[in-house]
Each structure stands twice: as C-alpha cells, then as structure tokens.
T-cell receptor, first 114, second 114 residues
Framework: NAGVTQTPKFRILKIGQSMTLQCTQDMNHNYMYWYRQDPGMGLKLIYYSVGAGITDKGEVPNGYNVSRSTTEDFPLRLELAAPSQTSVYFC?????????????FGPGTRLTVL | AQSVTQLDSQVPVFEEAPVELRCNYSSSVSVYLFWYVQYPNQGLQLLLKYLSGSTLVESINGFEAEFNKSQTSFHLRKPSVHISDTAEYFCAVSSGGSNYKLTFGKGTLLTVNP
C-alpha cells in the first residue's frame, strides 16, 4: 500500500491564483481530512469527509472547497489564493470500521502565496 | 468541545537523558488519546495511542505515555533519548462520535543534543 499520497510537494502561487491540492488513499478508508499546519500552531482542520459525496467544514474552512466523488480521492481547492493561505497542508484518512481513530497522514504540500 | 494543551513548546535535552513531554486535555466525554511525531520535512506518524484498557501505553522505540483521567493528562516519556529522537511531537484527542475528528496541541519540539 502506498498509504496517503499528496501532490504536489511544493507550490508557489501568486495572489488571486487558484489551485487544487490532490490527496489519494489506497487503504479503503471511509473518513478523510484536510489540515493546515502553521509554525507553533499545531494542525487545524479545514474540511473532512465521512464518505463519498459527504463533506463538512472543520475549524478553518474559509477560502477552501472540497469534493469527494470517490472513496480514494479528496482534493482541496483554493479559489483565490491569499498570503494567509501560505502553509503546509496535510491530508489524512482513517477507517471507522477498525474503531481505532488512528489517522494516517500524507507527506504534505508546502504552499507559498506571494 | 475538546482541547489539548502541550505545556512546553521546546524541550532541549542531552543524549541519553530522560525526557517528559507534557500534554493535558479537556473533554466532556470519554476520549481517545494519541501522540504523533513529525520528523523534519515529513508528515505525521503515529507514535502511540490510548483507546481503553491499561493506562500505560508503549511504542516500539522506547516511548511510553500514561493516561491519567483524574488529572486529564497524557504525558509522553522516554528514559534515555537518542539524537534520532529529535522531532516535533503532537498530542491529540478524539472523542470518536460521528466524525472521529482529532484536536491537536500546538506541538513540542524535542531537540536532543550530543
């Protein structure tokens, strides 16, 4: 299993540009999450999904959108990039069938908005 | 609502010394507790978890944590650290429920010096 994969690893955007961060998991996990990590702030939940076709907002959803058309994929969309969105983004997944709550994380995407 | 407080943002220690990274949580319901480790420029990896049963949990690389319900703590300890333990450590709490969301602390940077 590759686990959770994210692309791209790095990206520089100009203010106002848009982009999609890709996330794929091959563990047949039903729950998926997007976090952002800022220095000294830990991880903040942006959006999550409990299954294909179902998404919900986390703690910091403004400026982002998500979709979940398949079990495997959970892309995160930035429509109008702002400097405040400069961060490291992590995708994670878990299987509620196992009951352990353990989340498996991808390697992250480092985004800079200039 | 649940929250996590990691009491130290940075902990410098010398190699082979013992270390304790402190974590306190607040939650109105039963919780699952986790410690994740993040090595430089990598994603988060699960170090250990408490779900139920024995309050002392151990990892494969010598770390242990004890769940203390009365003090709402889940401190991480290691009797003798190595240079390779240098990393950022995150404590997280989940109440399970319908979304299995994790709430993270702000992290503790452990630096092991020779």
């Amino acid at each position: 299993n590759a686990g959770v994969t994210q692309t791209p690893k790095f990206r520089i955007l100009k203010i106002g540009q848009s982009m999609t961060l890709q996330c794929t998991q091959d563990m047949n996990h039903n729950y998926m999450y997007w976090y952002r990590q800022d220095p000294g702030m830990g991880l903040k939940l942006i959006y999550y999904s409990v299954g294909a076709g179902i998404t919900d907002k986390g703690e910091v959803p403004n400026g982002y959108n998500v979709s979940r058309s398949t079990t495997e994929d959970f892309p995160l969309r930035l429509e109008l990039a702002a400097p405040s969105q400069t961060s490291v983004y992590f995708c994670a997944s878990t299987s509620t069938r196992e009951g352990s709550n353990e989340q498996f994380f991808g390697p992250g995407t480092r985004l800079t908005v200039l | 609502a649940q929250s996590v407080t990691q009491l130290d943002s940075q902990v410098p220690v010398f190699e082979e010394a013992p270390v304790e990274l402190r974590c306190n949580y607040s939650s109105s319901v039963s919780v699952y507790l986790f410690w994740y480790v993040q090595y430089p420029n990598q994603g988060l990896q699960l170090l250990l978890k408490y779900l139920s049963g024995s309050t002392l949990v151990e990892s494969i690389n010598g770390f242990e944590a004890e769940f203390n319900k009365s003090q709402t703590s889940f401190h991480l300890r290691k009797p003798s650290v190595h240079i390779s333990d240098t990393a950022e450590y995150f404590c997280a709490v989940s109440s399970g429920g319908s979304n299995y969301k994790l709430t993270f602390g702000k992290g503790t940077l452990l630096t092991v010096n020779p």
